[in-house]
């Protein structure tokens, strides 16, 4: 029997790398704002995207090699020299900071608190897709035609707890999968990120804004324009697939 099941808060996720994963799908939601920029990176014609754990692992990867883009946060803001030990990282975590004249054709190095963190927790699992709002039709249709055996949704959080938003993206996809589920492979945490999005789909946005990181990023002058466009649908046709490349793991656009 395929299984879905979802994981809320990064002491669920912290679990996955002791878990037997050879023949199950992961997709990671960081709505707010981690997976959405990754995304729209992709969009805009970046390379590929390496997640990290850790600011010092980013900046050994751009010794190694310079011409890769640093972008990431911390407490919600980009990572400035003061945390790095003298340079300030090229991008935050702003979706709209990826546009194509900044990350055409780059490799964008990014670490962030909650979302780079949930990446790699699971990058063991026979596959790993980085999901949001932007593409969630894509993401559905590859899982679809993947059919693997085990799918987990795995929702990022905020600091150490769930977040709404993240919750929201899970059950947005458990409704467009539900029918190939809920003959007897879908968990209770799945049913419950199901009628939560259900209960708050025809007004979305707005409800999505009252979460804890929503409430944070529009108190913010320069933040609050991502709410609104991380909670847009399918801007984007494309399925994005975490990948080990010679010992790398590299986010790109599914083949």
Known sequence: MRTLEVLFTPADFGTLKSRKLDGAMCVVFDV?????????????????IRPVGEIAEALAIRKEDPAVLLAGEREGLRIRAALTGGIDFDLG???????????????????????TRA????????????????????TADFVRRAKPEALILVCSGTFEQASYEDILAAGALCDLLW??????GAGDSALAALRLYQMA?????????????????SANAELRGDVT????????????TLRDEEGNCKLKIAN
Do not use: W
């Not at 707010?32 to 590929?48: D, V």
């Not at 990446?119 to 894509?138: E, K, T």
């Not at 029918?179 to 007897?184: K, L």
């Open 119 to 138: 990446l790699r927790s699971c990058a063991h699992a026979g596959s790993v897709l980085a999901g949001a709002f932007l593409n969630l039709r894509a």
């Open 201 to 217: 789909r025809d007004n979305l946005a707005a409800i999505a804004a009252q979460s804890r990181n929503g409430r944070r990023l």
């Open 179 to 184: 029918s190939d589920y809920e003959a007897g």
């Open 32 to 48: 707010f704002r981690a997976t959405s920029s990754m995304i729209t990176a992709l969009a805009n014609g970046a390379a590929s």
């Open 229 to 240: 466009f991380c909670m847009q649908r399918d801007t984007c046709n494309f399925a994005a």
């Open 93 to 115: 975590n702003s979706p709209r900071e990826f546009t194509r004249e900044k990350v055409a054709g780059k490799t964008i190095v990014i670490t962030t608190t909650n979302g």
